[in-house]
């Protein structure tokens, strides 16, 4: 098995922190941009040498500090400090953009009584709540969930998001904000629970069970 040099390009699926590889979809690809500053590649389908870092903020602030994405990236780039924020906010986009698409195909819907029936008829593949929700609705949707485990004998509750104010989803989502919502099963209701995992996952937490 060839040993890697200290010179030989990093492997772009190897966090530049941990040095740990991992799945693509639990790390983050930046590049560097036309302006000589890092630009992180969500998608990553940016052209040129990439590198990338763990999804998460601290691990992203954590390289920002430490300035090793030009170390990464073999050029002279500036990674700003605001760097962790800016992608915290490309990853919200994504998910709410994504919870746009899925709503117009029937697998994103709002609405207590929606979201309550969805779980009890075991069609929910998560559910979200604003962060600013009155805690009855969240308690009785939790309910229902912990009701729909039992009954169905699952080892694990259906997951639950709280990522956003209704306020914050009112200025990205405008009249599709919601306090309750429920994604169904379909590709572009998994899509959400994908990028809503990976926003949890970068901000340090994971859906919740209670």
Same mark, same amino acid.
């Given at each position: 098995? $060839?040993? $890697?040099? =200290?010179?030989? !390009?990093?492997?772009?699926?190897?966090?530049? %922190?941990?040095?740990?590889?991992? !799945?693509?979809?639990?790390?983050?690809?930046? %590049?560097?941009? !036309?302006?000589?500053? &890092?630009?992180p590649d969500l998608k990553r389908a940016l052209p040129g040498r990439g590198c990338s870092v763990t999804a998460s903020r601290a691990i992203v602030d954590k390289a920002v500090q430490k300035q090793l994405f030009a170390r990464a990236l073999k050029s002279d780039v500036k990674a700003l400090p605001e760097l962790g924020e800016q992608v915290d906010r490309l990853l919200v986009s994504q998910m709410t953009g994504m919870m746009?698409?899925?709503? $117009?195909? /029937?697998? #994103?819907?709002s609405g207590n009584s929606k979201v309550d029936g969805a779980v009890r008829s075991g069609a929910a593949l998560a559910?979200?709540?604003?962060?600013d929700a009155a805690p009855d609705g969240v308690r009785k949707i939790s309910q229902a969930r912990k009701a729909w485990m039992l009954?169905?004998?699952?080892?694990?509750?259906? !997951?639950? #998001?709280?990522?956003?104010?209704?306020?914050? +989803?009112?200025?990205? +989502?405008?009249?599709?904000? #919601?306090?309750?919502?429920? *994604?169904? *099963?379909?590709? *572009?209701?998994?899509?959400? &629970? =994908?990028? *809503? $995992?990976?926003?949890?996952?970068?901000? /340090?937490?994971?859906?919740?069970? +209670?």
């Open positions: 098995m $060839k040993v $890697k040099e =200290k010179d030989e !390009p990093m492997n772009d699926r190897m966090c530049i %922190v941990t040095r740990e590889s991992g !799945p693509a979809e639990m790390l983050i690809r930046f %590049v560097a941009g !036309p302006d000589g500053t &890092v630009v746009n698409m899925a709503r $117009k195909a /029937g697998q #994103f819907v559910v979200f709540h604003a962060t009954t169905m004998d699952e080892l694990e509750e259906i !997951p639950a #998001f709280q990522l956003l104010s209704f306020d914050e +989803m009112q200025e990205l +989502m405008g009249d599709n904000a #919601f306090i309750h919502a429920v *994604a169904l *099963a379909g590709q *572009a209701g998994q899509g959400v &629970v =994908k990028r *809503a $995992k990976l926003l949890e996952t970068y901000r /340090g937490g994971s859906a919740w069970s +209670m």
